[in-house]
């Protein structure tokens, strides 16, 4: 189950980054709303995963997915470019949490 908790939570950190953007520096209302609550629930699974997962695997899988998947979001939503150099950085974060889940057992 806490690996279930840690994608829940990683999904929130995507939110809480794209939110962050519409939230225009929190100049609007709304979004900034929605961003604090995503940041809040991503912590709050976050928390949840850790208690049964080590914290050298748990806090940078977290930090990994989201910045990935923040990668992705960025491209979709707001047109920014994937370069091959952007692709080949992902590519080594995902190696790297693969590695540090492979450790972990």
Known sequence: MAWVYLVVASLFEMLFAVTMKYADGF?????SVFTVAAGIASLLFLT???????VSVA???????????????????F??????????CVAAILAGIIGLRLQAG
Do not use: I
């Open 79 to 88: 047109g920014e470019a994937l370069t091959p150099m952007k692709l080949l």
């Open 48 to 54: 949840a995963a850790m208690k049964t997962l080590p």
């Open 27 to 31: 100049s609007r209302v709304g979004w």
């Open 59 to 77: 806090y940078p899988a977290w930090t990994a997915v989201g910045s990935v998947g923040t990668v992705f979001l960025g491209a979709l939503l």
